[in-house]
């Protein structure tokens, strides 16, 4: 639950408490007349002056909100218990029930909501009673269609099959489990139709149809108004400004109630990519492709800065394949967007350098830094399903990688584009060409994600779990293709993945991320054979082996970003654990040549 | 193609379950209709004049045999006559259509033009002060009923100002340019409310595609910032928008009802009201038929566009 929306409460709060209480405010009768003082101006006796047949307008205005509110509150109640239940037994008991409660509810649809109100007006005659059923009609489909949505989800989760295996009546399930996890939509279409159905009753009392006089309504109010509006236009605009201010007030308390209810909170407007806090003076290792330096990237949330990645560095060198690999939430995804430029909003890269053949990306501004993308430095994401754009064929999306890079004729890319489905190993790449995302394979949309990436021979591709959304033939057969490009160009392959098959069959040298930090690097064979972090030993461990021991989980859970332990952040679920280990951070120690282990206890005993 | 196909019977059967609907509705009600017509003025109804009229209305049948009569009327676009003044309700429906689709295509045009573009600029500068002044101003464009919206710019602009009539109605082929001007304000009140409601959709339709992967795809492929806004985001961002604006314009095949009133503007919905005044059965009937049948047309119009927009859903 998010920060309920207090000042609309407050508002709607305050106009609800006047309808409720304005018998008692002194008001007076809200229908009694004054002919004499007709259209009165403002005076100390009338604040608002006088109507055209006397009537004090502030009392009628307060007791306009009286009958406005009552009727819209009593209808939207009516039409949230008749379409939560209409809706809870469709989707509960499926069958006939579900059938008939969705149908009905879809021919409601068919008619636009002020015809279907008119229509009954007609039937039933106009008058405030005929207005709550005619109101409820109008909301009920909202209600069942969250309602039905609402428990077509919990139906299917662990809770409810469990109480249905407990053997608990369906009645029983759907009023302890089921409605209180509606709630929260359903009370946000609650708010939407209060405030739908007083702009709708107020309309229909403008038209004569609603509210019949002399009772007082908005609606009424402002229809009568117009008659004398050239005399007495305030007579006018009280009314106007009380519906339009209730509404306002209303709209405000949905929104508010809408994010409440959402699980999602929304993210803050992206911030400035980089902080002055960049330590000048580092410079680029000499031959390497990539050269990442102390890359720290912090996220600010609603609960205080996160830092996904802290002090990491890394070197990439021509022709070679650096593998990083993590559980989930390691940060070796945020590492990459970094080098790249592609970070979230909410997230920027605070500290350190990522050289790329002599130019340092976390510095350069973006227009530069766009000119790389997609030409030196490439990236393969990890969906390809969702990294097409589906409405684009796949030619296109193709050639504009070519066309954002070099002037070249749309035909002239467009052959190009075919040469490089060619190149990935699609058959047919003239007729694929004119596909569709949809109409591709999985193993396939990741070969033309490559095709992308490969388009202007980068000299660094980046490829974030390539391999993770496919099925294991599949992966291998696109492991292949990396590989085969990276021998025949040179590319140098920085590979995310959190798969240790895939990094022993890949890469060179590998990095090993835990809760944002490398904790080991070195060349892939010898860190496979003798790892010198303890998490690189329990992730093999973790990992099945042919012939081998059955694979062992780690117990623990990675520590949360904003509580991170003071010293070692794997110690709380290290088997090797000593108490030095939990007093200070350890740096990173080398080990070997090449070898480097963020464990001040990898050679204990 | 049978995608096509599959959506037209829908949308026809949808049509056939709408009129009888209304077809019952009219029959369940509590009280004899021709009772109910002739005891109007107080006094209880003669019972020969009540027998005269349930005949003409052809209520004397039984329901099977009227419902089956109905329907093949309809078949036929016979929607009977007026009980006000005997003219067939057809012509009516026909003479008056026209003026209420003009005002609801003003409408759309001024809500198109001023709420899409709007709305991808402050998506695009969220946070800014120009997010914030556009935001609040459809916030309370949002807020204002449309008949105050309506009696306010008749109160401003004709009362005071004095630069245009306070409504009525002008023939195109008489005098277009008063035609024009007498539109201004019933379409200028529609298109308000319309325009904030389109500002809303695009600009959250629009911060909801930037996040996506293939956005990112596109950046990672160095595609220049105003390509992928308009062949990346604008493109997929307007679909959810052009659903509701249909939907929206459905919903004023019948909300006209206000402004019509308002204006003095004589449309189809304006005639709705004074037929439920009246009521007189036949006519809203057929204008509610009429209407619903627009209305379920537009959803199928509504999908053929999803449809060239989106390849997924051809299938």
Redesign the interface.
């Known amino acids: 639950m998010n920060r309920l929306p207090w000042p609309a409460i407050g508002a709607v709060g305050l106009i609800a408490l006047l309808a409720v209480f304005a018998p008692w405010l002194g008001l007076g009768n809200p229908v009694s007349m004054d002919v004499p003082h007709r259209l009165a101006a403002p005076s100390a006796a009338h604040w608002l002056g006088q109507d055209e047949f006397g009537r004090d307008v502030l009392t009628r205005l307060v007791w306009g909100a009286r009958v406005s509110l009552s009727v819209a509150a009593a209808a939207a109640a009516l039409a949230c218990i008749i379409g939560t239940a209409l809706g809870v037994m469709g989707g509960f008991l499926r069958g006939i029930a579900e059938l008939l409660a969705l149908r009905s509810i879809d021919v409601l649809l068919c008619f636009p909501p002020l015809l279907l109100a008119l229509l009954v007006v007609t039937l039933l005659g106009p008058g405030a009673t005929t207005l709550i059923p005619v109101l409820a009609l109008v909301y009920l489909p909202g209600f069942t269609r969250v309602a039905y949505a609402g428990v077509l989800t919990a139906r299917s989760q662990d809770y409810v099959e469990a109480m249905r295996v407990l053997g608990a009546g369906k009645v029983r399930i759907m009023l302890r489990t089921i409605l209180p996890n509606i709630g929260g939509p359903i009370l946000v279409q609650f708010s939407l139709a209060i405030a739908a159905a007083v702009v709708l009753e107020s309309g229909l009392s403008f038209l004569g149809l609603g509210v019949v006089p002399p009772a007082p309504s908005w609606g009424l109010m402002i229809g009568s108004a117009r008659a004398t509006m050239a005399q007495a236009p305030l007579l006018l605009l009280w009314p106007c400004l009380a519906l339009t201010l209730t509404i306002l007030a209303m709209n405000a308390l949905c929104d508010g109630l809408r994010d409440a209810v959402d699980p999602h909170p929304a993210y803050r407007p992206p911030a400035a990519r980089l902080l002055e806090a960049l330590a000048p003076g580092l410079l680029p290792t000499p031959k390497a492709v990539l050269d990442l330096q102390h890359l720290t990237v912090e996220i600010t949330t609603p609960s205080g800065t996160i830092r996904p990645v802290r002090d990491v560095s890394l070197q990439v060198f021509p022709g070679e394949t650096l593998a990083i690999v993590g559980e989930s939430g390691s940060g070796k995804s945020v590492t990459s967007l970094a080098i790249t430029g592609l970070l979230p909003g909410a997230a920027r890269a605070t500290q350190g350098a990522a050289w790329l053949a002599g130019t340092d990306l976390l510095r350069l501004p973006e227009p530069a830094l766009r000119e790389r993308r997609g030409a030196s430095l490439a990236m393969v994401f990890q969906d390809p399903g969702s990294s097409l754009n589906p409405v684009h064929r796949i030619g296109d999306q193709i050639a504009e990688a070519i066309t954002a890079h070099r002037s070249l004729s749309q035909a002239a890319a467009h052959r190009e584009a075919i040469a490089l489905l060619k190149r990935v190993g699609i058959p047919d790449p003239a007729r694929r060409a004119r596909a569709y995302p949809h109409e591709l394979s999985g193993g396939q949309r990741q070969r033309v994600m490559i095709a992308i990436a490969i388009a202007n021979g980068p000299r660094l591709l980046i490829a974030d779990e390539p391999t993770t959304a496919l099925d294991v033939t599949i992966q291998a057969q696109i492991l292949d293709l990396l590989a085969e490009l990276k021998r025949s160009t040179g590319l140098a392959l920085l590979f995310i993945t959190h798969s240790l098959p895939v990094v022993a069959e890949i890469a060179d040298r590998v990095a090993v991320m835990y809760a944002g930090e490398i904790v080991e690097t070195g060349p892939t064979a010898e860190v496979f054979l003798t790892p010198h972090h303890p998490y690189t030993a329990a992730l093999l461990r973790s990992a099945p082996v042919e012939d081998g021991p059955p694979p062992e989980g780690i117990p623990g859970v990675v520590p949360p970003p904003l509580a991170l332990p003071p010293g070692c952040t794997f110690a709380p679920r290290c088997p090797r654990r000593a108490p030095e280990c939990e007093a200070a951070h350890p740096a990173l120690l080398q080990t070997a040549p090449g070898r480097e282990t963020r464990c001040i206890r990898w050679n204990a005993p | 193609m049978t995608w096509l196909l599959r959506r037209l019977g829908v949308s026809l059967a949808?049509i056939w379950?709408?009129a009888s609907?209304?077809f019952l509705?009219?029959h369940f009600?509590p009280g004899d209709p021709a009772e109910l017509l002739l005891s109007q003025g107080g006094s209880a109804p003669d019972a020969a004049m009540v027998a005269e009229l349930r005949t003409q209305l052809g209520l004397a049948q039984p329901l099977h045999v009227q419902y089956a009569q109905q329907m093949w009327r309809l078949l036929h676009f016979d929607l009977g006559r007026s009980m006000q003044d005997d003219s067939p309700v057809v012509d009516e429906i026909t003479r008056r259509l026209p003026r209420t689709l003009e005002l609801i295509l003003a409408a759309a045009l001024m809500a198109v033009t001023i709420g899409i573009p709007l709305g991808t600029a402050a998506a695009m500068r969220?946070?800014t002060w120009f997010d914030r002044v556009t935001s609040s101003i459809a916030?309370?464009a949002?807020?204002?009923?449309?008949?105050?919206v309506g009696?306010?710019m008749?109160?401003v602009f004709a009362?005071w100002l004095r630069w245009v009539p306070a409504g009525g109605f002008v023939a195109f082929t008489k005098d277009p340019v008063q035609h024009l001007v007498l539109l201004a304000m019933p379409a200028g009140a529609i298109g308000l409310g319309l325009s904030a409601v389109m500002f809303r959709m695009t600009r959250a339709s629009v911060l909801d595609v930037m996040?996506?992967?293939?956005v990112?795809?596109?950046?990672?492929?160095?595609?220049?910032?105003p390509?992928i806004l308009i062949?990346?985001v604008v493109?997929?961002a307007l679909m959810p928008v052009i659903t509701v604006l249909a939907l929206y314009l459905?919903?004023?095949?019948?909300?006209t009802?206000?402004v019509e009133?308002v204006f003095n503007w004589p449309g189809l919905s304006g005639s709705?009201?004074s037929?439920?005044?009246a009521?007189d059965?036949p006519q809203?009937v057929g204008i509610?038929l009429v209407?619903?049948i627009l209305?379920?047309g537009l959803n199928f119009a509504v999908d053929i566009i999803y449809g060239l927009?989106?390849?997924?859903v051809r299938r």
């Open positions: 949808l379950v709408v609907v209304v509705a009219i009600v969220r946070g916030s309370l949002l807020a204002v009923p449309i008949f105050v009696t306010l008749v109160m009362q996040l996506k992967d293939y990112r795809t596109a950046r990672a492929k160095g595609v220049r910032r390509r062949c990346h493109r997929t459905g919903t004023l095949l019948g909300g009802v206000l009133f709705l009201v037929a439920v005044n009521r059965y809203v509610v209407i619903s209305f379920v927009l989106d390849p997924r």
